[in-house]
Nanobody, 118 residues
Framework: QVQFVESGGGLVQPGGSLRLSCAAS????????MAWYRQAPGKEQDVVVV?????????SYKDSVKGRFTISRDNAGTTLYLQMNDLSPEDTAVYHC??????????WGRGTRVTVSS
């Protein structure tokens, strides 16, 4: 099973930007769908974006991040990115990347914490 390590989170002011990275232990081209997930304090985990990993694959964003977040990957297929612009306090959460969908046997990384605050 491919393992993931997320990074790039931090403290940012409202309106700021961050780029999250997700380093995979193997090729993500072998995974049909990849996603970024987030869990805000006191809330359940949510799916931010789901993307097919083939080059012309469909991408589906959560409505609240459309136009602000962009998922991408490197050509080697070992790193997934999430560019986040115009961040708001509502984006504060721990972000994870993983295959989509997940199940009870899915292994999770530690995630990366994003805090949007002035």
């Amino acid at each position: 099973q491919v393992q993931f390590v997320e990074s790039g989170g931090g403290l940012v002011q409202p309106g700021g930007s961050l780029r999250l990275s997700c380093a995979a232990s193997g090729s993500i081209f072998s995974i049909p769908f990849m996603a970024w997930y987030r869990q805000a304090p006191g809330k359940e985990q949510d799916v931010v974006v789901v993307a097919m990993m083939r080059s012309d694959g469909e991408i589906s964003y959560k409505d609240s991040v459309k136009g602000r977040f962009t998922i991408s990957r490197d050509n080697a297929g070992t790193t997934l990115y999430l560019q986040m612009n115009d961040l708001s306090p509502e984006d504060t959460a721990v972000y994870h990347c993983n295959k989509w969908p997940t199940d009870g046997h899915t292994s999770w990384g530690r995630g990366t914490r994003v805090t949007v605050s002035s």
